[in-house]
C-alpha cells in the first residue's frame, strides 16, 4: 500500500506560501526543555514529522507535551521525567536523525540514554563518530548494541577541550546541549556556524546557559548546575523557502515566501541572481520569480555556513538542468547525495556524475570513488514520468521536475516530504499546481 501523488506538469506557479519554523531547529529546541528544571514553549512550530518523532520520544521520558498545531506553540513540562523503556524509543526513531541529541540532556538527567539506530535521509553514511568521540570526551561510557548506541555517565559530566574534524552541525548540537550542564569548561574548536545553531544558543541562553561563540569557530560553554525553562520562535525555515524560490523559477512561477528571511539566506540568493532569478524583500517575506526568459548556467560547491548549504543543490541541480549551456555542481557536505538524478534522466535532464572534485572546495570525497560532482547540461525538455521519492529534498525535486515537464508524473513514497514540507499539498494547490492529491493504492 502506498500513496501516490499525481502531477500534470507545464503549469507556472503562482502567489503566496507560508514558510514557519525550521526543520532543524525547532525538534533541537524540544530537546533542550529535558535539561531544564522548568517549562518551556517553543512557538512558530511546523506540523512535520520531525516534531511528532520528538514529541513521542518526550512523552515516552514523562515529559507533558501539549501542541496546540493551529497556533504553532509546543508547551513542555519535564517535571515527571522518567526512565525509559528502551524497545519503545526504537520503535519512534525510525524517520529521523534528532534521537541522537537526547544523549546529553538524558545523562544529565537520569544517567544513560540508548540510541536507536537513527533515519533521516540516505544522502551518505552518516556516520556518528563525532558525536561519540565528544561524548567520551566529556567522561561517558559508550557501547555499541546491536540495534543502537547505549551511552552511560558513571560519574558527572566533565567540561573538555574539543575539536571537531569536520564543522557538522549534529556534533556541535551534542556539544552544546551536553556542556550546558557539564562541571566547567568546554572550548569547541572547528564548530559549525549554521543560523539554526545559533537559534538553539539563544534557546539554551535563555535557559541560563553561558555560551560565548568566538571568531573562527570556536565556541565557549561555561557549565552550570541548573537550567531553567524558555519561551521562544524558532527562527523561519530557510531550506523550505530556497525550495519554492527554486520552484518559482523552474516552473516561471512567481512565489512570495511569507516568512523568508534574507539574513540567512545570503549565499542562496547571490546563487538565484546569478542563475537569472529574481526577488524583492519585504519585511515579512521574499518575493521570487524569473527574471528573463533564459536561466544562466552556473559553476557551484556546496558548503557548510557561511557557503552554499547542501540541502539547496537538490532543487536548484532541477533549475539549472533548464539552463541554457553547461552547468557544474560539486557536492562537498555528503558523498553521495546525487542518487536522486536518476529520475532527472529520465525525465529528459542531462546530467553526467563524476567521481572527481570539479572545484576548489577542500572536499574528503575526492579519490574515494564517490560519485559527488554533477555536470548538467541545459536546457532539457522533461517528459512526465513515474518515480519514488528517495529523500527530503530530492524528493521535492522530483515533484518540482514533474511540475515543469510535459505530461503526467505519479510519485510514490511521497509521506517522506512530510518531514520537513508542512502543508505540502495545500500550498502546491494554492500555488496553482495541477495534482491529484494521493490515494492509497495496492
Ligand atoms: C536535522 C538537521 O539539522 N539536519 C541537517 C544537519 O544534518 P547533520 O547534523 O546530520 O549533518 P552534519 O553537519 O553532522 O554532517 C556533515 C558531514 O559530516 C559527516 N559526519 C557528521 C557527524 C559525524 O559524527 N561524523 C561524520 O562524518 C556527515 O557524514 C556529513 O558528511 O546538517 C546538514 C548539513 O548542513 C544538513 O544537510 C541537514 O539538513
Ligand atoms: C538532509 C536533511 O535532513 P536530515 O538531516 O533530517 O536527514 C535535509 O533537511 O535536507
Redesign the pocket.
Known sequence: MSNVLTIHGGKPLKGKVTVRGA??LV?KAMVAALLGSKPSVIRNVPEIK?VEVVTGLLRLHGVVVEHDKEAGEIYMDPSGLKTANNAEIDAFAGDS??PILFCGPLMHTIGAAFIPDLG?CKI????????LEVLRQFGAEVSKEPTGTYIRAPHRLTGAKLELP??????T?QVLLTAVRADGITELKGA?V?P?IHDLIHVLQKMGAIITVQTDRTIRIEGVPELGGYNHAALNDR?ETASWATAALVTDGDIYVEGATQRDLTAFLNVYRKIGGDFEVSDSGIRFWRGGADLNPLVLETD?HPGF???WQQPLVVALSQAEGVSIVHET???DRFGFTDALIRMGASIQLHRECLGSVPC?FGQRNFLHSAVISGPAELTGTDFTIPDLRGGFSHVLAALAAKGTSRATGIDVINRGYEKFFDKLEGLGADIEIPVKVN
Not at 124 to 131: A, E, L, Q, T, V
Not at 166 to 171: I, L
Open positions: 526543520k532543524n525538534p520531525d536523525r534528532i533521516g551518505g553514511d552518516r556516520p556518528i563518530d563525532y558525536h569536520y564543522p557538522s552541525v549534529g556534533a548540537e559549525a549554521e539554526e531550506n557548510v548549504m547542501t540541502d557536505v555528503y558523498e574528503r
